[in-house]
């Protein structure tokens, strides 16, 4: 079982110490979700090095390149911004990363790439995930990628400020798709390729524009004697020109009919020419009004795929019917039904006619021209069923894949079983059996899964739709911002109500709860949460009961209603232990434990997360176990067993650095700072709040930033510096105020008044206190009683003094 589930334990800001309010049981904000890494300057995981490798065979573009480095040295004290514009196949991408390594220098804390899709046959990537893949290249996990997208662009912007970083955004369809992903500081530069102007970028964001025009008949032979230089020395000048003109001067042609001509080395090229006019004339028939420019490369697309072999043939337009433009050789190899041998030999023939790149060892993609023109050939030429069965065989191969993935990344007890039917004959998925290669998989295949999700639901692969994200919940969980997967978990929740298959509905919209409790929408969480519970109980699968009513109740204590979480832990608990799932039944006890604290109930709040941390310590999840501790830590501060209450922190600490989770680490620094205090330690619980709000601040933490900031401000109170109090308990309640998280602002608010009555400012801080009460209003737990009383009291008229 996974400690760093979304739905394990309570979310940051339900802890007890948040509960009681007391001045010296302060915010004690815990994430729980993820790993990120800090490290000084550098970036955590070194200077990214993104982009494609160099071009070959380029020729020219002197003016081209010049225009650029204008860009360049005209850049002072704002971000630039380059868009390189042009037809299809007139060579852009080449031209960019061509750019790109001649100026790498310059940009000495490295170069991020994305293809944008923007004219792919699929949806164009989402500034959404390209913000999310440009910060995992950052080296920020998936947890401490903020959740909106304005929130990620905010954080890519920080990342970047100070450093020269290249960023080149590829294929762009809109300025609406790139300004999100466009750096915010000097230094920088945005190196952009599209079809379109993007006028907007001009207007707004004072863009440059680097028009690329087809290659001149000179330029162009130019290109054709470098590409078959060594393979056809003999050829006419005269002839190289005319295969030149029918290519129309765009690189991605030139470079077919040159390959085309190097395979037939003992054809002569007018005979190779006429045959490109025959396809020319098919094309100009049968296009609409493209120009010329698109029937010229069409034309040669089909000049070079009708001399394939046929079984190469074949492959090409069944890779039109992948559900992404990248493709590894397994992948290939069941999409095809054939052994990987067979098909690496078929794929080495796609990637010799260049109707194919291949970017890494057994890894391959189209040129979104190519895969267009694939999937035109598989509508044409392959039969409808074969076609059925090609889509049938590479979906099965992800799933079956992906759930080797999750047993070996997420192993866990008391996730909801998904029971698979048998791959199809000749598809072999993966077996990934150590923990790095199922790693390195679901993070080179993230994009194919996605769009294996959405292909699954619009070929009416149903079954494979719904459980394609149930099977992977476990992985990307840990390793996704929680929108990464949101859509695909509705189109999947719809296949499994099309097919009506209740368990696969309650597990989506339990998954879909969870989203919606990560970002405060109570409501829409609760009802997620009652409806699996309902589509469990149809098919009497209780432990899908038990797990939902447990999500249930970590949604009430979201929105700090104890009351009706503890029943509900409490219905799930005895669920959960009726079946003897342990690894389910401790996680409940926990969170049963951290809402008795809530209520008061301090010695049942203990005895139930010690069982809980023994029963984990017996089945060896060591995460988990610092988490329970973490909980534990709080319930015996408030017991006054400060002495047990800082073995069990320092456990949890000792364990999250050994996993090396930053974020479970800093959890641990802000509840081992609110013990400090409490310990009259004020100056060692400075160093760790300030530790914890160093890594919530580089990776955009806040709930974490504004726990570490009010105790940093408690310390400072102890230490009678109540300026530096009050200037972070300011910055904690800011961050709360923007969350819009009413308790955590409450809490803050009154620290916050304390420290302005330190100082003598009376009025300022009635005024905190009384916005505090006007927010505790709808709160009624004892602790929260408690607190509104402590706040009445010191509101009493009253001269305050510096101490």
């Given at each position: 079982?996974?400690?760093?589930?979304?739905?394990?334990?309570?979310?940051?800001?339900?802890?007890?110490?948040?509960?009681?309010?007391?001045?010296?049981?302060?915010?004690?904000?815990?994430?729980?979700?993820?790993?990120?890494?800090?490290?000084?300057?550098?970036?955590?995981?070194?200077?990214?090095?993104?982009?494609?490798?160099?071009?070959?065979?380029?020729?020219?573009?002197?003016?081209?390149?010049?225009?650029?480095?204008?860009?360049?040295?005209?850049?002072?004290?704002?971000?630039?911004?380059?868009?390189?514009?042009?037809?299809?196949?007139?060579?852009?991408?080449?031209?960019?990363?061509?750019?790109?390594?001649?100026?790498?220098?310059?940009?000495?804390?490295?170069?991020?790439?994305i293809n944008l899709r923007g004219h792919d046959p699929g949806q164009p990537v989402e500034p959404d995930a390209a913000?999310?893949?440009?910060?995992?290249?950052?080296?920020?996990?998936?947890?401490?990628?903020?959740?909106?997208?304005?929130?990620?662009?905010?954080?890519?912007?920080?990342?970047?400020?100070?450093?020269?970083?290249?960023?080149?955004?590829?294929?762009?369809?809109?300025?609406?798709?790139?300004?999100?992903?466009?750096?915010?500081?000097?230094?920088?530069?945005?190196?952009?390729?599209?079809?379109?102007?993007?006028?907007?970028?001009?207007?707004?964001?004072?863009?440059?524009?680097?028009?690329?025009?087809?290659?001149?008949?000179?330029?162009?032979?130019?290109?054709?004697?470098?590409?078959?230089?060594?393979?056809?020395?003999?050829?006419?000048?005269?002839?190289?020109?005319?295969?030149?003109?029918?290519?129309?001067?765009?690189?991605?042609?030139?470079?077919?009919?040159?390959?085309?001509?190097?395979?037939?080395?003992?054809?002569?090229?007018?005979?190779?020419?006429?045959?490109?006019?025959?396809?020319?004339?098919?094309?100009?028939?049968?296009?609409?009004?493209?120009?010329?420019?698109?029937?010229?490369?069409?034309?040669?697309?089909?000049?070079?795929?009708?001399?394939?072999?046929?079984?190469?043939?074949?492959?090409?337009?069944?890779?039109?019917?992948?559900?992404?433009?990248?493709?590894?050789?397994?992948?290939?190899?069941?999409?095809?039904?054939?052994?990987?041998?067979?098909?690496?030999?078929?794929?080495?023939?796609?990637?010799?006619?260049?109707?194919?790149?291949?970017?890494?060892?057994?890894?391959?993609?189209?040129?979104?021209?190519?895969?267009?023109?694939?999937?035109?050939?598989?509508?044409?030429?392959?039969?409808?069923?074969?076609?059925?069965?090609?889509?049938?065989?590479?979906?099965?191969?992800?799933?079956?894949?992906?759930?080797?993935?999750?047993?070996?990344?997420?192993?866990?007890?008391?996730?909801?079983?998904?029971?698979l039917t048998a791959a199809p004959e000749g598809v072999a998925p993966l077996v990934l059996a150590d923990h790095q290669?199922?790693?390195?998989?679901?993070?080179?295949?993230?994009?194919?899964?996605?769009?294996?999700?959405?292909?699954?639901?619009?070929?009416?692969?149903?079954?494979?739709?719904?459980?394609?994200?149930?099977?992977?919940?476990?992985?990307?969980?840990?390793?996704?911002?929680?929108?990464?997967?949101?859509?695909?978990?509705?189109?999947?929740?719809?296949?499994?109500?099309?097919?009506?298959?209740?368990?696969?509905?309650?597990?989506?919209?339990?998954?879909?709860?969870?989203?919606?409790?990560?970002?405060?929408?109570?409501?829409?969480?609760?009802?997620?949460?009652?409806?699996?519970?309902?589509?469990?109980?149809?098919?009497?699968?209780?432990?899908?009961?038990?797990?939902?009513?447990?999500?249930?109740?970590?949604?009430?204590?979201?929105?700090?209603?104890?009351?009706?979480?503890?029943?509900?832990?409490?219905?799930?608990?005895?669920?959960?232990?009726?079946?003897?799932?342990?690894?389910?039944?401790?996680?409940?006890?926990?969170?049963?434990?951290?809402?008795?604290?809530?209520?008061?109930?301090?010695?049942?709040?203990?005895?139930?997360?010690?069982?809980?941390?023994?029963?984990?310590?017996?089945?060896?999840?060591?995460?988990?176990?610092?988490?329970?501790?973490?909980?534990?830590?709080?319930?015996?501060?408030?017991?006054?067993?400060?002495?047990?209450?800082?073995?069990?922190?320092?456990?949890?600490?000792?364990?999250?650095?050994?996993?090396?989770?930053?974020?479970?680490?800093?959890?641990?620094?802000?509840?081992?700072?609110?013990?400090?205090?409490?310990?009259?330690?004020?100056?060692?619980?400075?160093?760790?709040?300030?530790?914890?709000?160093?890594?919530?601040?580089?990776?955009?933490?806040?709930?974490?930033?504004?726990?570490?900031?009010?105790?940093?401000?408690?310390?400072?109170?102890?230490?009678?510096?109540?300026?530096?109090?009050?200037?972070?308990?300011?910055?904690?309640?800011?961050?709360?105020?923007?969350?819009?998280?009413?308790?955590?602002?409450?809490?803050?608010?009154?620290?916050?008044?304390?420290?302005?009555?330190?100082?003598?400012?009376?009025?300022?801080?009635?005024?905190?206190?009384?916005?505090?009460?006007?927010?505790?209003?709808?709160?009624?737990?004892?602790?929260?009683?408690?607190?509104?009383?402590?706040?009445?009291?010191?509101?009493?008229?009253?001269?305050?003094?510096?101490?």
């Open positions: 079982m996974s400690g760093d589930d979304e739905e394990d334990l309570a979310p940051a800001g339900t802890t007890h110490s948040e509960m009681s309010g007391s001045a010296h049981n302060v915010v004690q904000v815990r994430d729980i979700y993820g790993d990120v890494h800090v490290q000084g300057r550098d970036f955590p995981h070194g200077h990214p090095r993104q982009l494609p490798g160099r071009v070959r065979h380029f020729i020219n573009r002197t003016a081209e390149l010049g225009r650029m480095d204008d860009v360049l040295d005209a850049a002072h004290d704002t971000p630039a911004v380059c868009v390189v514009t042009g037809t299809a196949g007139v060579g852009k991408t080449s031209l960019a990363v061509h750019w790109a390594h001649l100026v790498e220098h310059r940009f000495p804390d490295g170069q991020l790439y913000l999310d893949q440009f910060l995992r290249g950052l080296g920020v996990t998936a947890k401490g990628v903020p959740a909106d997208v304005q929130a990620k662009a905010a954080l890519f912007r920080s990342l970047l400020a100070g450093r020269r970083v290249l960023v080149l955004l590829d294929n762009a369809i809109s300025p609406e798709q790139v300004r999100p992903l466009l750096p915010g500081t000097s230094g920088c530069l945005a190196l952009i390729t599209s079809r379109s102007q993007l006028s907007g970028l001009s207007i707004r964001e004072g863009a440059w524009s680097v028009p690329v025009h087809v290659l001149d008949p000179a330029d162009s032979t130019a290109l054709l004697r470098e590409v078959m230089a060594g393979h056809r020395s003999a050829d006419d000048p005269a002839d190289l020109t005319e295969l030149a003109r029918l290519c129309a001067g765009l690189p991605l042609a030139l470079r077919i009919a040159a390959d085309r001509a190097i395979t037939h080395p003992w054809a002569r090229l007018t005979d190779l020419m006429a045959d490109l006019r025959d396809e020319s004339g098919l094309w100009t028939a049968l296009s609409t009004a493209d120009g010329d420019e698109s029937g010229a490369v069409r034309a040669v697309f089909a000049w070079s795929y009708r001399a394939l072999t046929a079984d190469a043939a074949r492959l090409f337009r069944l890779l039109g019917l992948h559900p992404g433009a990248q493709f590894s050789l397994p992948a290939s190899a069941a999409l095809a039904g054939l052994d990987n041998s067979t098909t690496r030999g078929l794929l080495d023939g796609l990637v010799a006619n260049h109707l194919i790149d291949q970017i890494a060892s057994d890894r391959y993609q189209f040129h979104d021209l190519l895969r267009a023109y694939a999937l035109d050939q598989a509508r044409l030429d392959e039969p409808p069923d074969q076609q059925v069965s090609a889509t049938r065989r590479v979906l099965s191969w992800y799933l079956h894949t992906a759930d080797s993935a999750r047993r070996v990344l997420a192993p866990s007890l008391h996730r909801m079983p998904i029971q290669r199922a790693a390195d998989w679901y993070e080179t295949e993230r994009a194919n899964l996605l769009d294996a999700t959405m292909s699954a639901a619009r070929t009416g692969n149903l079954v494979m739709a719904w459980q394609l994200p149930a099977v992977l919940a476990a992985i990307y969980d840990n390793r996704d911002s929680g929108r990464t997967w949101a859509d695909a978990e509705k189109v999947a929740l719809e296949a499994a109500r099309q097919v009506q298959d209740s368990y696969g509905e309650g597990v989506l919209l339990d998954r879909i709860g969870i989203k919606h409790r990560a970002q405060r929408d109570i409501g829409a969480a609760a009802n997620c949460f009652d409806a699996a519970i309902a589509a469990f109980r149809a098919v009497g699968d209780r432990l899908g009961v038990a797990r939902s009513m447990h999500n249930l109740g970590l949604t009430h204590l979201v929105d700090h209603q104890p009351v009706a979480a503890l029943s509900t832990f409490e219905e799930s608990l005895a669920i959960a232990s009726e079946l003897g799932n342990r690894p389910m039944a401790s996680v409940i006890e926990v969170n049963l434990g951290v809402t008795l604290s809530h209520l008061g109930e301090l010695t049942a709040a203990d005895r139930h997360i010690t069982s809980a941390v023994a029963a984990v310590r017996e089945f060896g999840d060591e995460t988990l176990e610092a988490r329970a501790l973490l909980e534990l830590c709080a319930v015996q501060q408030e017991l006054g067993e400060l002495d047990l209450a800082h073995e069990s922190i320092q456990r949890a600490l000792s364990v999250a650095r050994a996993h090396t989770s930053l974020p479970l680490e800093s959890g641990c620094l802000v509840a081992l700072g609110t013990l400090q205090i409490a310990m009259n330690e004020p100056e060692q619980a400075l160093e760790s709040s300030q530790r914890a709000a160093a890594i919530a601040r580089r990776f955009g933490n806040r709930t974490i930033e504004a726990g570490a900031f009010d105790v940093t401000g408690l310390a400072y109170r102890e230490l009678h510096r109540y300026d530096d109090a009050i200037a972070f308990h300011l910055a904690a309640v800011r961050m709360h105020r923007d969350r819009e998280t009413d308790w955590e602002l409450a809490v803050s608010l009154d620290h916050l008044a304390a420290a302005l009555d330190s100082t003598g400012r009376t009025d300022e801080a009635r005024e905190r206190w009384s916005e505090a009460l006007t927010l505790l209003t709808r709160f009624t737990w004892p602790a929260a009683n408690a607190l509104k009383d402590r706040i009445d009291r010191h509101r009493g008229p009253r001269t305050s003094k510096r101490s």
